[in-house]
């Protein structure tokens, strides 16, 4: 059977399964994620949930096409997988705040069982804060890139101390530091919120409460820069 090309951001998410996983992949889209982990025989089972008729379908063609077993589900977030069923749930593709709203229809995948792989595109800062708000610890964050843009992959487990940390100490874990790569991305971070504090200053209207933040939150960048120097 012919093995799946995939672009480097899905090939590191596939990177990050544990061998012998039980997977439920969530917004699985096109399915290429748990097709390519069977395909290889990397993974014992796989669940493809989406919100999306069309979604699934692609997702049935490519199992069906590929000769490997996709258990579908025509569902929002996890509400059509039982916990019993999976032992790692991606979350991939979707804004920071889906991810969260999902994580929060679901309150099981915070006891700590099952391992979340979550690869938000955008508000990345506030799905940190709000993992660390529910009990979640970020044990490792993964960079890769695509084309000209950078993702990260967060490796989640629940059952930690929750924590609440003000925006600007989410923009970074200290799983994110130990990531190769780790200094290019800061370093673009820093040149986007520098640019954005800039914006803010010279704007008319002075909302000083996120000025305030924002100027903390570029401290906060440059500090960890300087830490990794
Ligand atoms: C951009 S695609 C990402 C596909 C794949 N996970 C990836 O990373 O390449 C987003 C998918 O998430 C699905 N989706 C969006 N919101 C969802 C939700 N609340 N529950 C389940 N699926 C959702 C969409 O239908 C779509 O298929």
Redesign the pocket.
């Known amino acids: 059977m012919e093995s799946m090309v995939l ?1 480097p ?2 090939a590191c ?1 596939t990177s990050l399964v544990p061998q012998g996983a039980r997977l439920a ?6 399915g ?2 748990p097709v390519s982990l069977l395909l290889e025989g990397r993974i014992a089972a796989a669940i493809g ?4 008729e ?2 699934l379908a692609h997702a049935a063609r490519n199992a069906a096409d590929h000769g490997v077993s996709l258990s579908l589900r025509l ?3 996890l ?1 059509a997988v039982q916990p019993e069923e999976c032992d790692t749930v ?5 804004g920071g705040q ?1 991810i969260a ?2 994580l929060a229809a679901a309150p099981w995948c915070a006891q700590g069982h099952h391992l979340l792989l979550l ?1 938000p ?1 955008t508000m990345v800062y506030e799905l940190r804060q709000w993992l660390w708000a529910h009990g979640y610890a970020i044990e490792r964050e993964t960079l890769c890139r695509e084309d000209r843009r950078q993702y990260v992959v967060l490796s989640v487990r629940g059952g930690a101390e929750k924590k609440e940390f003000p925006l600007w100490r989410c923009a970074f874990s200290p799983a994110l530091l130990q990531a190769d790569g780790a200094k290019t991305y800061l370093q673009a971070l820093l040149t986007r919120e520098k640019r954005a504090l800039e914006g803010m200053e010279q704007a008319s209207t002075l909302d000083t409460a996120r000025l305030d933040m924002q100027r903390r939150l570029v401290l906060e960048i440059k500090r960890a820069l300087e830490g990794l120097q």
């Not at 991606?90 to 979707?94: D, E, K, Q, R, T």
């Open positions: 672009t951001r899905l998410l992949d969530i917004g699985t889209d096109h290429k994620l949930s989406d919100i999306g069309g979604p569902a929002s977030g509400d991606s979350i991939a593709g979707m889906t709203e999902i690869q595109m």
